[in-house]
């Protein structure tokens, strides 16, 4: 078993949620891939509550704490049980030490990030004009990676905040801010638990990133803080590259990691902003009153879509991007190996001209809005995409 009996800290996993079974029996259920499932007895869920307590606890409180709670006629057994019950905890993911990296993208891929994925500078500069955002505007980005968006947001306003479950993609952006002189906030926890923050923000965005995550607890947190008048914005995006470009038996339509969905693209579009605008009229429904905190909103009026925009945007793709897409745990989870793959990856890349290497993103910018008129997605007739540059 893994744990060490030293004393250290120890901290709930923000990648688990607590869940029950029918029969009530508790399990932890992962909210980021691959989406394990750990069940729990009880003395297991207790002491999931303890170190999920912020900022964590010391493991022999916590074990002091589990003895007096659960009084044992044998104590030594006891603690030996509550040891082995939080090395599992700890094997499983569930239990992970304060500075232990949670997301599959960590601190080695953020440069490449920043420079072979950077955020479209034409879109930041119309979620930013279309959302009125000035210098005393307060602006979150969800799920912000290194900090692309964020960082150019912080440009116009020292109100921005990103929340961010990669550790080393929050320390990325947070010493690029640094270096550019800029001021971002940082929250590194799961976007799921937006609803549980506080704060008030005139715009939120998340890119590139809704899928990952569980869009109810999103929008239910983005009600709780979106300001009167304020925006949400979803960046929705897709990856065209040609049959023959040297990255498409990796990144294209069928992979090696999986068979992409074969939707067109503005249909995933409407389908997706189709959805958010339901759950916004479920959950932000002003004439429903609840005394649930977690379904306090910071605005009266009721979110609403307000307009869908689309991008076309032509752009090389080689080693770089690459490596600011795949991890080696992306790699590792499907069962390929990483160095067999980056051997592949750079040899095909690296003989490729500057033209084989072309390949193109779609960009849908999905536009909700706290009182705004609303927006009829039934109707919509989606114009020719605006083609814009890289970045
Ligand atoms: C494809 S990247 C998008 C990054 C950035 N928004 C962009 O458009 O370039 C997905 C990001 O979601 C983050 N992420 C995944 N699950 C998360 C969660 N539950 N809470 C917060 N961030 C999460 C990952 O760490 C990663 O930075």
Redesign the pocket.
Known sequence: MPYVKTPRKLAAS??FALCHAADGSPFALG???PYAQFWLNERERMLLALFGRKGGLMVERAITALLAMRPASNTAAERRRIERAIAEMIAAGVLHEPADE????GKEMARD?LEH???PTAIAASIAAQSGLGEQSRAL??????????LTLAERTPHVTI????RG?VATATEEAARRGLVLEAIN?????LAQHDGTYDLV?????LH???DIAVCKGVCRVLAEGGSFVV?H?AMNLPQDHPLSWILGDRTPLGDKAQVPFVQSARALFRRLSLLFAALDAPQVERHDPQHARAGRAPIVGAGIALYHQPRPMGTGFARA?LSDSHLATTGLNPQQVWKRIEAKCGVASEEALQASMDWAVLHFQRGATSFDIESWEPETPQVIAYP
Do not use: H, K
């Open positions: 923000p990648n909210e980021v891939e949670l997301s599959r993208y990030y994925r950077p955020f980005d969800l799920a912000s990676g290194p900090g692309s968006l964020a929340m961010e479950l990669s993609f926890e799961s976007c799921n638990r965005t998340i890119s590139q990133a990952w995550l569980d960046i995006a897409f």
